[in-house]
Structures are given as structure tokens and as C-alpha cells.
């Protein structure tokens, strides 16, 4: 590990501008990814601004029916509020369904949003990413990606997003609230938050240098059957090779949304249309523009079969 200086900021204001002003700095949290990468001199920032000390670690209702999710949430906490339990119940199934349990107790929501991804060409410094060092090529693409992602790639970069929390706050409409390195705030929609990998796929996000993430917002509550289902290698503690959240209403409409398969979270609001046809129609539409390689094709059937299984689980409950 590098060298670095460290301090502790104040304020969500103080914070960004100190990230500003000091060229390779990075916020730390809880620190269950940065330090890692940290560690692998993968990230190697001159700079940490400790964010722990400013107060985002709260769930609070909002004036319009909906909650608002302080950037310090950690994920257990988050998991095991009654409000997100009663009310948004694939959130809180999606958190449960990630990491480890010592994990969940110190990972972030605004660290959860941002972690980087787990493709193993990324972490293993010997070989070339495009992610890691721009320019120099995609390791992944003739090399074992059984892992990696079918939807929204790049000749630069075939990696996907790891987070099985940020599947859940793009199915639920969720906005980020940041603050400006100058004191500006803004909100940016889950949407919106993570970018395909196109010519530049260490761009990962939507966040200006020095931008702090401050928490996160969710509308009023959907209804409905919420629904996590994690194709996984085993049963804990390993990443997705697909992820299916779901809200299903009692008429069989509803919103679906994918993880394990993209570079960021995969919805495709058409496709929801197509659910009184069945899995396979809505598959059909949420595929639509897939590229597998040989390692990965599996998972287009895969994608349907998990559809297929959450619609008939939401059936069954009905």
C-alpha cells in the first residue's frame, strides 16, 4: 500500500471541497472496497477524507409518502428497518442477499452504490483492463468470462456491476442527493447514476470529481409482491451471475429489474409491458441487444429461467 495523508471532514460541504482541492483524494466510509483495492495498489489515492463523522446515518420519511436513506446507512441497518422491511421489502431482500454479514455492518449505502466492479481481469494487475489503466486493452474479452455481462458492453470492457443493492434502488425509482465540491446540491436518478462502459469504461459514474453522495430517496412505497431471486456459484457470499428483482402487482403488472448481467443495473421499463405475456416475452424484450461470448451465453437462458421461476412465485403468493 501507498502512502496517503488522511483527514476527517466536518460537514458534507467540507468533505467535497477538500476532495477538490487535493488532487487523488478519495472518501472513505467503511472502506470494505476502497481498502482492498487499496491494498492491491489498484486504487492508489494520495488523500482519504473520512466521511464517517457527518451525520448521513439516518432513515427519515419525506414530506411525498417516500424515505430518505442517509449515505452512512450501513446495509444491516438498512436491511433490518421496519419502514424497508413493511414498505420495500426487495430492498431490503436484495441487501440481505449480498456479501457477508461483518460486511453488511460496516458497507455504506453510498459505498455500495459506488463499489467497483469484481471482474477478476480488473483486480489482477499482471493483465491488461481497460477499467484499471486506460488504453490498454479488455483482458476479459478472450479470456474466461463467464462471470461478465450480456447487456450494454463494449469492445473495452465486458465487466459487470457487482451491487445487488443498486438492482433494488433502480427498480424503485430511487434518487441520489449529492453535494458540490462549491456547496451546489443536486439529484440525479438511479437511472442515471451509472454509465455503460462505451470508449471509456473507467468513467463509471455520473459523479463530478469532488461530488459526495449525501443520501439516497425513495418514493412513496409501490405495493405489490416484492421479490429478490440470486443465481449465484454458492450460497453465500459470492456475486451474481443473475440477479432478478421484481415488484408485481395483483393484476400481474409490475416492474423488473436485472443484476449480474450489465455494467450497471438492467431495467428496461418496455419490457415491463410485456409481463401479463409471461417471462419469455418479457425476456425477450430485456435481451433484446445482448452479446455473449462463449463462456456466457448460458446466461440468456439463465436470465428467462430465474424470470420465469419470480413470476411463478409472484402467481403462487397471489
Given amino acids: ?51 464517517n463523522g457527518l451525520g448521513l446515518d439516518r432513515i427519515e420519511p419525506t414530506d411525498d409518502g417516500g424515505v430518505r436513506i442517509g449515505a452512512l446507512v450501513s446495509n444491516t441497518d438498512l436491511a433490518a428497518d421496519m419502514r ?43 493483465l491488461p483492463c481497460n477499467k484499471r489503466q486506460p488504453g490498454s486493452g479488455c483482458a476479459a474479452r478472450e479470456g474466461i468470462s463467464r462471470q461478465h455481462a450480456v447487456l450494454g458492453t463494449s469492445d473495452a470492457c465486458i465487466a459487470t456491476h457487482p451491487s445487488d443493492m443498486a438492482i433494488a434502488m433502480r427498480l424503485l425509482d430511487a434518487t441520489v442527493e449529492t453535494v ?14 451509472h454509465r455503460l462502459p462505451g470508449n471509456t469504461p ?3 459514474h455520473a459523479l463530478a470529481p469532488g461530488e459526495l453522495i449525501t443520501a439516497v430517496t425513495l418514493p412513496k412505497p409501490l405495493g405489490g409482491r416484492h421479490l429478490y431471486h440470486k ?15 421484481a415488484v408485481i402487482q395483483p393484476d400481474g403488472s409490475g416492474r423488473i429489474a436485472l443484476g449480474g448481467v450489465a455494467h450497471k443495473p438492467w431495467r ?14 418479457v425476456a425477450e424484450r430485456l435481451l433484446a441487444d445482448a452479446r455473449t461470448t462463449p463462456h456466457n451465453a448460458f446466461k440468456l437462458t439463465l436470465v428467462r429461467r430465474t424470470l420465469g421461476a419470480v413470476l411463478a412465485h409472484a402467481r403462487a403468493d397471489a
Fill in 84 to 126: 424497508i422491511r413493511r414498505d420495500y421489502a426487495v430492498l431490503s431482500r436484495a441487501l440481505l442477499a449480498g456479501a457477508s454479514g461483518q460486511l453488511r455492518n460496516k458497507a455504506t449505502t453510498a459505498g455500495n452504490l459506488l463499489q467497483r466492479t469484481r471482474c477478476p481481469y480488473f483486480y489482477d494487475t499482471n
Fill in 202 to 204: 473507467h468513467i463509471e
Fill in 180 to 193: 458540490q465540491p462549491g456547496g451546489q446540491t443536486r439529484r440525479i436518478a438511479m437511472a442515471d447514476l
Fill in 268 to 281: 428496461v421499463e418496455a419490457a415491463e409491458a410485456e409481463l401479463p405475456r409471461g417471462a419469455d416475452a
Fill in 1 to 51: 500500500m501507498k502512502p496517503f495523508s488522511y483527514e476527517r471532514a466536518r460537514t458534507p460541504g467540507e468533505a467535497a471541497a477538500a476532495a477538490a482541492r487535493t488532487p487523488g483524494a478519495k472518501f472513505i466510509a467503511g472502506g470494505t472496497n476502497l481498502l482492498d483495492l487499496m491494498k492491491l495498489e489498484i486504487e492508489t489515492p494520495l488523500h482519504l477524507i473520512d466521511v
Fill in 231 to 245: 443465481v449465484r456459484d454458492r450460497s453465500s457470499y459470492a456475486f451474481a451471475l443473475v440477479s432478478v428483482a
